[in-house]
Nanobody, 127 residues
Framework: QVRLVESGGGSVQAGGSLRLSCTVS????????MGWFRQAPGKERELVAY??????????AYADSVKGRFIISRGDAANTLYLQMDSLKPEDTAMYYC??????????????????WGQGTQVTVSS
C-alpha cells in the first residue's frame, strides 16, 4: 500500500521560512511525478510545485505565486520530497499536501491526475 506522510508545517511570521518534507512508502517504481499542493479555506486545491523523479529528466515547475521563494527538491532517497519555503507571506497560509502520480510518465498541473495523497500539513503565516 502506497503511503505519503508530510511533516514540517507550522506557524511563522511573514518573511520567515519553513521546510516541508514528504516520505513515500510502499511504492516500488522508479519514475513518477511528485508534487506539493495547497488548499486555503474556501478555495480550490492548487499546485505549488512538482518534480519528476527518475527518467526522463524534467525541470521542476512552480506556480507563479511562489517562484523565487519556494524550492522543491528530492532527497538522496528517491522516496523523499522537500519544499523549502522562504519569504513566506500571509497568502501562503493553507493546508499543504504531498501528492504522487504513478500512472503518467510526466507531471501535470491538475490535482485530479495525482493518485496518491498525504494527509496534509498546516502552514500559517501571520502578518
Amino acid at each position: 500500500q502506497v503511503r505519503l506522510v508530510e511533516s514540517g508545517g507550522g506557524s511563522v511570521q511573514a518573511g520567515g521560512s519553513l521546510r516541508l518534507s514528504c516520505t513515500v512508502s510502499g511504492y516500488t517504481g522508479s519514475s513518477f511525478c511528485m508534487g506539493w499542493f495547497r488548499q486555503a479555506p474556501g478555495k480550490e486545491r492548487e499546485l505549488v510545485a512538482y518534480v519528476y523523479t527518475g527518467a526522463p529528466t524534467y525541470n521542476p515547475a512552480y506556480a507563479d505565486s511562489v517562484k523565487g521563494r519556494f524550492i522543491i527538491s528530492r532527497g538522496d532517497a528517491a522516496n523523499t520530497l522537500y519544499l523549502q519555503m522562504d519569504s513566506l507571506k500571509p497568502e501562503d497560509t493553507a493546508m499543504y499536501y504531498c501528492a504522487a502520480d504513478t500512472v503518467r510518465h510526466a507531471c501535470y498541473i491538475s490535482a485530479s491526475l495525482y493518485n496518491y495523497w498525504g494527509q496534509g500539513t498546516q502552514v500559517t503565516v501571520s502578518s
